[in-house]
C-alpha cells in the first residue's frame, strides 16, 4: 500500500470553474508535505509546502491545506485555467534534512475549455 | 535563474547496452537525488548524494550505479538495459541547511528508451 495516496485518479472540470484534490498519508512522523505541479513529460514544480504545524498555505490560484491529526492534505484550485492541466503530485518528507521524498499516485487534471 | 540541467533528454538503447545520465544541480546546491518514472507511474526514489557522498538509497538495481563529482554534477550509469527500464529519469537539487526546507528543485528529465 502506498504511503501517500491521492484522489481522484483524474479528474476533468471546465474552464473557471474550482476543484480540490486529496491527498492521504501514513508516512509519520514527517518533516513537511509538498504539492507539485507537473506537466507531461516535465519535471515536478513546485506549487506549495507546509510544515506539520502548517493549516494552510496559498500560492494564487492553489490553496494547499493540511490536517495532521487525520493526515490528510487537499488542494485548492480556483477559477480554473486550460494550463492548469497537468498531474498534481503530493509529496511527503518523512524528516528533515537530506531525505528523499515520498511521492504521491498524483492526480491527472484536464481542463477543457 | 539557473535551473536543474539533465543530459540528454531523450536517449534510445537496445536491451543489455549502457547508458549514462548526467545531471548539472542548481549552482551551490550540493545534494542531488535520482528518481525514476515508469509511465503513468509517481516518481521511484533510486538515490542521493551529499557532498559526493551516497547519502540515501532507494530503490535502485544492482546494475545501476550513480555517483557525485567534485563540481557536484552527477552520472547515473546504467548497464545490461532491459525493457523495463525505459522511463523518465529525474534529477533533483537542494541545499543542505540544518532547520530549512530543503526543497528538492527537479530537472526536466532524461526519457530513456530500451527496445
Known amino acids: 500500500k502506498n504511503q501517500v495516496e491521492q484522489s481522484p485518479q483524474s479528474l476533468i472540470i471546465l474552464e473557471g470553474k474550482n476543484c480540490t484534490l486529496q491527498c492521504n498519508y501514513t508516512v509519520s512522523p514527517f518533516s513537511n508535505l509538498r504539492w507539485y505541479k507537473q506537466d507531461t513529460g516535465r519535471g515536478p514544480v513546485s506549487l506549495t509546502i507546509?510544515?506539520?504545524?502548517?493549516n494552510t498555505k496559498s500560492n494564487g490560484r492553489y490553496t494547499a491545506t493540511l490536517d495532521a491529526d487525520t493526515k490528510q492534505s487537499s488542494l485548492h484550485i480556483t477559477a480554473s485555467q486550460l494550463s492548469d492541466s497537468a498531474s498534481y503530485i503530493c509529496v511527503v518528507s518523512p524528516t528533515s534534512g537530506t531525505y528523499k521524498y515520498i511521492f504521491g499516485t498524483g492526480t491527472r487534471l484536464k481542463v477543457l475549455a | 535563474a539557473a535551473g536543474v540541467i539533465q543530459s540528454p533528454r531523450h536517449l534510445i538503447k537496445e536491451k543489455r547496452e549502457t547508458a549514462t545520465l548526467k545531471c548539472y544541480p542548481i549552482?551551490?546546491?550540493?545534494?542531488v537525488y535520482w528518481y525514476q518514472q515508469g509511465p503513468g507511474q509517481d516518481p521511484q526514489f533510486l538515490i542521493s548524494f551529499y557532498e559526493k557522498m551516497q547519502s540515501d538509497k532507494g530503490s535502485i538495481p544492482d546494475r545501476f550505479s550513480a555517483q557525485q563529482f567534485s563540481d557536484y554534477h552527477s552520472e547515473l550509469n546504467m548497464s545490461s538495459l532491459e525493457l523495463g527500464d525505459s522511463a523518465l529519469y529525474f534529477c533533483?537539487?537542494?541545499?543542505?541547511?540544518?532547520?530549512?526546507?530543503?526543497?528538492?528543485?527537479f530537472g526536466p528529465g532524461t526519457r530513456l528508451t530500451v527496445l
Open positions: 507546509m510544515t506539520f504545524s502548517e
Open positions: 533533483a537539487s537542494s541545499l543542505y541547511a540544518s532547520g530549512a526546507y530543503n526543497e528538492q528543485f
Open positions: 549552482p551551490r546546491h550540493d545534494t
